[in-house]
C-alpha cells in the first residue's frame, strides 16, 4: 500500500512557475513508477508526466514538454513536478500516482492504469 499526499499547488500569473512535490509513504518507493496527471474544469483527467523508479525512463504529454520536469529522490519518498512558463491551459487539479515499476508497459500507465493515487492539488494560472 502506497499513499500520496501533494503538495504546491497555488494561483500564479502566466508565464510564471510552480513546483509541485508528492510525499509517499512506505520504504520501498523506488520500487513504484509514479507520475502525474491532471483534471481541468469540465475535462477528463490527462496524463502530464512519467519517471520510473531508477529515473532511467521519462515521459511527458507534448503540452508539456519543454516547459515541465519530473524528478524523483528515492530517499527521500518523494516526487516532483517543475512547472515553467505557466500558461492558462495548465489550470487543474495535478494528481500524483504511482504502480508497480515491473513488468509493466508504461503505455498502460501513461493511460492512467496507475495502482494508488493522491488525492490531488489545485493550480491556478491567472492570464
Known amino acids: 500500500q502506497v499513499q500520496l499526499v501533494e503538495s504546491g499547488g497555488g494561483l500564479v500569473q502566466a508565464g510564471g512557475s510552480l513546483r509541485l512535490s508528492c510525499a509517499a509513504s512506505?520504504?520501498?518507493?523506488?520500487?513504484?513508477?509514479a507520475g502525474w496527471f491532471r483534471q481541468a474544469p469540465g475535462k477528463e483527467r490527462e496524463f502530464v508526466a512519467l519517471?520510473?523508479?531508477?529515473?532511467?525512463?521519462?515521459n511527458y504529454a507534448d503540452s508539456v514538454k519543454g516547459r515541465f520536469t519530473i524528478s524523483r529522490v528515492n530517499a527521500k519518498n518523494t516526487v516532483s513536478l517543475q512547472m515553467n512558463s505557466l500558461n492558462s491551459a495548465d489550470t487543474a487539479v495535478y494528481y500524483c500516482?504511482?504502480?508497480?515499476?515491473?513488468?509493466?508497459?508504461?503505455?498502460?500507465?501513461?493511460?492512467?492504469?496507475?495502482?494508488?493515487w493522491g488525492k490531488g492539488t489545485l493550480v491556478t494560472v491567472s492570464s
Open positions: 512506505g520504504r520501498t518507493f523506488s520500487s513504484y513508477a
Open positions: 500516482a504511482a504502480g508497480l515499476d515491473a513488468g509493466v508497459r508504461y503505455s498502460d500507465y501513461v493511460n492512467g492504469a496507475m495502482d494508488y
Open positions: 519517471i520510473s523508479g531508477s529515473s532511467i525512463y521519462k
